[in-house]
């Protein structure tokens, strides 16, 4: 199956350490997106990317995070200096562009962040 | 920015029932996309369904079927003949069709099967 993979499936890491995240997406989808979902909430939209091209931003991506998707495949999240408020699950999603793109978004299973 | 709420945490069925989740939107704008995704416990998001705003015909796929009321800013989920399968958090979103590329989820709703 070429779904969307995310690597590592999960993370436990100590308050000040940093992280980074892996997202495989689906081979023909040229547009990755980041979410974070917290317990209780739905996603929320951290970044995009259309192929390489990191297109928006949420004001909810610090400065301590960054993302990158140098070839245009797949992409890494990277936490610098975590905190415990990181705690969370980061979801990747991928979707095709142009007439294949219906709309939907296909999701990985995510990267579960715990921060002691 | 775009709201959506979903008013019921927990929602229960008995098996082979029906049951419907509610979910609202905020927005002033006429064009954009209303889904429903599925998240099963440790497994990833699914597409359940997906309306656009400027049809007016409710979408339907197979057991799944939705209210869409525009004016009222509502778009509910019905569930017709539960199975234990459908056990999972349910997501309402919102996606604009000016910018696209964000999706605005609700809090979720988790819904469980009763056998």
């Known amino acids: 199956d070429t779904g969307v993979s995310q690597d590592p499936r999960h993370k436990i890491t100590k308050r000040g350490q940093n992280v980074t995240f892996r997202c495989d997406p689906i081979?023909?989808?040229?547009?990755l997106y980041w979410y974070r979902q917290t317990l209780g909430q739905g996603p929320e939209f951290l970044t995009y990317f259309q192929n390489e091209a990191q297109l928006e931003k949420s004001r909810l991506l610090s400065d301590r995070f960054s993302a990158e998707r140098p070839k245009g495949s797949f992409s890494t999240l990277e936490i610098q200096r975590t905190e415990q408020g990181d705690s969370a699950m980061y979801l990747c999603a991928s979707s095709p562009s142009g007439r294949a793109n219906t709309g939907e978004l296909f999701f990985g299973e995510g990267s579960r962040l715990t921060v002691l | 920015a775009q709201t959506v709420t979903q008013s019921q945490p927990e929602m229960s069925v008995q098996e082979a029932e029906t049951v419907t989740l509610s979910c609202t939107y905020d927005t002033s704008e006429s064009d954009y996309y209303l889904f429903w995704y599925k998240q099963p416990p440790s497994r990833q998001m699914i597409l359940v369904i997906r309306?656009?705003?400027?049809?007016?015909q409710n979408a339907t796929e197979n057991r799944f079927s939705v209210n869409f009321q525009k004016a009222a800013k509502s778009f509910s989920l019905k569930i017709s003949d539960s199975q234990l399968g459908d056990a999972a958090m349910y997501f309402c979103?919102?996606?604009?069709?000016?910018?696209?590329?964000?999706?605005?989820f609700g809090t979720g709703t988790s819904l469980t099967v009763i056998p």
């Open positions: 309306q656009e705003a400027y049809k007016q």
């Open positions: 979103a919102y996606r604009s069709g000016y910018t696209g590329n964000q999706f605005y």
């Open positions: 081979s023909e989808h040229n547009r």
